[in-house]
Structure formats: C-alpha cells, structure tokens
C-alpha cells in the first residue's frame, strides 16, 4: 500500500536524441554570435524537463528564449548603472585621499578598492541566485499545476552575506548554518499550486555530511606542515596532493548529503514527503568517466588536425590562407561537439542520477492541490546571466 502510494520519479532522456539538439543550439548560438545562447538554453531546458516524469506526466517548461534575452538587456542596464556608481565613488575617494601606490598605505588603499569592487558585486550575485530560481519555478508545471515563488530576492541578498561572512570568520565551521538557513528561506517561499513547500529540521544535522571536508584539511595542512618544515618534502606534497583532491570530493559529497538531508525533511502541503538518494560515488564516477571520455575525443581530435594542419601548411604559401581558416573552423567545431559531449556524457547522467533516486510520498493528497494564481513581477534570468551564474539548467 505504501508503495502504492508513492511516486518513483523516472527520466527518459537519451543521449541520441539530446545530443544532436546540443550541436544544432550550439552553432547557432555560434553563427549570432551569442546571441541565440538564450533560445539554446531554453530548448535544451524544454528537453531535460520533459524527460524528468512522475507517476506518467512529465514536467513542462513554460519560459521562452525572448524573455530571457529581454531580461538579459535590462540587467545589463541596471549593472552598467550600478558599477558605475561604484566606480565614480571609488574615483571621488581616490582624488581626496590621493593614493599613492608606491607607499604602503597607498598600496593598502588600492588593494582596498580592488576589493571593494569584487564585494560590491557579492550582493548581485546572491540577488540574481534568488531571481534565476523563483523564474525556473514560475516556468515549470506537472500534472498542469504550475510552481511557484515569492519575492525576496534581495532578503535571501543580505541574508546570504551575513551567512557567509559568519562561515568565513569560522574558518568553514558554520557552513551548516549558511546552507540549511538559505535553502529553508527559498524553501519556504516556494509553492506547487495552492500547496506551501516548508523546510523542517535542523542545521547542525548537516555536519555529518562535513566529515570528508575535515579529512581533507586535515591531511592538507599535515602535508603542508611538513613541507614547510623541509622534514619531509616529498612525503608534504603527496599529502597536500591527497587533501586538495579529498577536499574536492568532500565537497561533492557535502553537498550531495545536504540535499538528501534537505529533502527528507521537506513537506509539502504538510501531508507529502520526499525522500531523496543521490549517491556521491555515482556523481564522482560520472564525472571522471565523462571527463576521460571527452579528454580522449579532443586529444585525438586534435592530433588529426594538427598532423592535417601541418600537411597542408608544408605545401607552400599559396594554401596558407586556406589551411588557417580551415583551423579555426576547426577549432569551432571541436569547441562544439565537446560542449555537446559535457551535455551528454556528465550533465544528462547527473540529472538522471537525481531524477531516479527521488521519490514523492503520499501522492493521494496531491489531488486536493489545486492551481494557484501566477505569480506578479516575475522576471526572466537576465541577472544570472549577465553576473555568469546561470549557467546551470
């Protein structure tokens, strides 16, 4: 009966078919010089959706290439006003405190406003982060019942900076905190239909799924301690090798367990639960065969080209202009079909990854949910595109 009473989400994507959609969305966004990057994204959006399914209906994406592209010039805009205002504050303070980079002060001061100018982009990026995932929300339906968000991108803003520098004065410690407080506030906005999504538990729960980021500084500043010590230089720098890559996988692994965390103690409507099993080794194997199998098309790629290159550049100055343009086309393509292999080889398997290992209980009470009102003023991802961090499906 509990089985019954669950769904088992299911991904049909294939690589035959995304794959030659990747290409075609690829050389256009290439021939419009970037342009159709925002149509691209869409219709590969519109694929992965649809191949994610529950209980036989599909989800569906609603947004369109134009209003991202529409969203895109506005934030330029807004970003172009903005840094300029910064960098006419920065310029006025320079003028009244006359820097001078040849003194230590002066030198203090300009690294200063280098600074300055990162953080004052901070606010931004975190603004953007809200803004990309209350659209993707606005944008997806299943079972004809659309998702939702509400306003609060510049509260998660301020939010994520307090957070965050708490976790940087901690040396890492209160990660935790930042990640379960910041994920419950969009959590807590988010809604399918007339139906509030809300996020329980507690964010010292999370530091079990720390235990690899420990070992790995651990066995990192063990490895630096003794090279610096000229102990046992060798015997270092294979430690800090060993802690720099279990600090990555750590931090794969964190993240993973996280959101396993996250999600099995989230409700919706009160009465739905979830129950999500991603599994890092399968994440981390999915990388590392994806990255050698596209390491080894673009090493032999390149080895053909280059031995065809040079053939054609020994025949003499007369095919010199040929043989150039018939490299950089060549480099185009190969940019390309390796951006089309990312598609299929890590980032398809990974969705797949996730989508498989989520199940949806007590599906009954998804009957009484019904539509809700579309949300008001909700604007494409122009922000996350323009500050470079959406790049993400």
Known sequence: ?????SIQAQYRGTRGELFPLAIVTALLTLVTLGIYRFWAKTRIRKYLWS?????????EYTGTGLEKFLGFLLAIVVLAIYLGVVQMLLFFAGLNFNFNPETTEG??????????????????????????????????RWRGVRFGMEKGAWGYAF?????????????????????????KYMADRSWYGDARFEQGGHWARLYPAMKHVFIGLAILLVGIGAAAGLQSVGLGVL???????WLAVGAVYYRIHAMRYLWSHRRLDGDIYFDAQPRTGEIVKIWIVGSILIS??????????????????????????????LGFVSY???????????????????IEHFVTTFTLHNKLALDKIRQRAAAEGVDAEGFADALDVGGAF
């Open 332 to 350: 185009i393509a190969t940019l390309v079909v390796i951006g089309a292999m990312t598609l299929i080889f890590i980032t398809q398997p990974s």
């Open 107 to 140: 030198l203090i001061a300009l690294n200063a406003i280098i600074y300055i100018n990162l953080l004052a982009v901070l606010p931004l990026i975190f603004y953007a982060m809200y803004r990309a995932r209350r659209y993707k929300m606005a944008r997806t």
């Open 296 to 325: 080894i098309f673009a090493g032999v790629l390149i080895f053909v080209l280059g031995g065809v290159l040079t053939a054609l550049f020994a025949l003499g100055p007369d095919v010199i202009m040929a043989a150039g343009l």
């Open 239 to 245: 430690a800090v090798l060993v802690g720099y890559v």
């Open 1 to 5: 009966m509990a089985e019954q009473n």
């Open 51 to 59: 191949s994610a399914v529950g209980d036989g209906d599909a989800f």
């Open 159 to 183: 939010r994520a900076l307090g957070l965050y520098l708490l976790t940087f004065l901690t040396v890492g410690l209160l990660l935790p905190l930042a990640t379960f407080k910041l994920e």
